[in-house]
């Protein structure tokens, strides 16, 4: 199972291209007395801030027919109490460990990569540019290739260490150009895709049911879309990708392999069984026994169109 499933991504090795997506998996030392964290890939932390962060009002999660919302508000205890807390502990964690890096300004991204930079026990960084840039008039980085390529751009003259991923958001009218713009800018992969915006709402209140109003849509019900930019990504750019929206079965990661992608993150099925990251690869390893497929890099990339 391990020869089969034991792959890398930007030069960072890893066991199985299963990654236990941000925050879907707390700082992922919460979970090993109950998930063997040794027999995933990797687990990408919740996202961290230069600040700490309360996040927003509850409610903040409402089950959908396909899935959930989530309006977390990207809650986080900030880089330094990451560093000096929990980092320590995750060092053997036996994993890769990548970091979620947010903000609300450039310069927020690059004091919180610059911090990382100088601790131990990191495998790489997640650029989560789905936040909306205050100093642009509440434009999103992710939505404007000008100003991806100025974070992206940024965070990259600090970043020496480590590969950088930058994770895409599915609310644009086209993937291709914001997944050039971060390659040309930086990039060292690209993870996507992150959640639609979505609104739930109560018909008896006529209010909506998350406590701030709009939240992120992620789940079963996201897949089709996430696979189809998934593919139109991977044909757009040279560097790796590590596709998510939806999985919750080795099949499904074996689908985003083939539509592209080097490894794949789960996110939404952490919820209902947080040993899920750990099932799902089995299933794809089972899958490939069946399919009669020698390693798991076979896959990538090869559907026929």
């Known amino acids: 199972m391990l020869s089969r499933l034991a792959t890398s991504l930007c030069g960072i090795s890893l066991k199985n291209p299963i990654l236990a997506a941000s925050g879907t998996y707390a700082y992922g030392i919460e979970l090993r007395d109950s998930v063997d964290l040794t027999a995933i890939g990797g687990i990408v932390v919740k996202?961290?801030?230069?600040?700490?962060?309360?996040?927003?009002?509850p409610p903040r999660v409402w089950e959908t027919e396909g899935g959930m919302i989530n309006s977390i508000g990207l809650q986080n205890i900030g880089v330094r109490a990451f560093v000096a807390?929990?980092?320590?502990?995750?060092?053997?964690?036996?994993?890769a460990i990548f970091a979620n890096i947010f903000g609300y300004a450039v310069e927020d991204y690059v004091e919180v990569a610059r911090i990382l930079e100088d601790a131990e026990?990191?495998?790489?960084?997640?650029?989560?540019?789905?936040?909306?840039?205050?100093?642009?008039?509440?434009?999103?980085?992710?939505?404007?290739?000008?100003?991806?390529?100025?974070?992206?751009?940024?965070?990259?003259?600090?970043v020496k260490k480590r590969p950088m991923l930058v994770k895409?958001?599915?609310?644009?009218?086209?993937?291709?150009?914001?997944?050039?713009a971060a390659e040309e800018a930086g990039?060292?992969?690209?993870s996507l895709v992150n959640t639609f915006l979505a609104l739930a709402i109560d018909a008896h209140t006529r209010t909506s049911r998350l406590g701030a109003g709009f939240g992120g849509l992620s789940g079963p019900g996201i897949k089709p879309i996430a696979l189809r930019m998934v593919y139109d990504a991977a044909n757009a750019v040279k560097i790796p990708i590590v596709g998510l929206g939806g999985i919750a079965t080795g099949l499904?990661?074996?689908?985003?392999?083939?539509?592209?992608?080097?490894?794949?993150?789960?996110?939404?099925?952490?919820?209902?069984?947080?040993?899920?990251?750990?099932r799902i690869a089995h299933e794809l390893d089972q899958f490939l026994v069946q399919e009669n497929i020698a390693h798991v890099g076979d896959l990538v990339g090869t559907l026929k169109v």
């Open 47 to 57: 996202g961290l801030s230069h600040e700490p962060m309360e996040g927003n009002k």
């Open 85 to 95: 807390d929990k980092l320590p502990q995750l060092r053997n964690a036996g994993t």
């Open 121 to 158: 026990g990191v495998s790489g960084y997640e650029l989560n540019v789905s936040c909306p840039n205050t100093k642009h008039g509440g434009m999103f980085f992710s939505s404007d290739p000008g100003l991806l390529a100025e974070v992206v751009g940024s965070v990259r003259k600090v």
């Open 168 to 180: 895409l958001s599915p609310n644009v009218a086209a993937i291709p150009p914001l997944a050039r």
């Open 187 to 190: 990039a060292d992969a690209l």
């Open 252 to 278: 499904d990661a074996a689908e985003f392999l083939i539509a592209g992608a080097t490894a794949v993150e789960v996110g939404t099925a952490n919820f209902w069984d947080p040993s899920a990251p750990v």
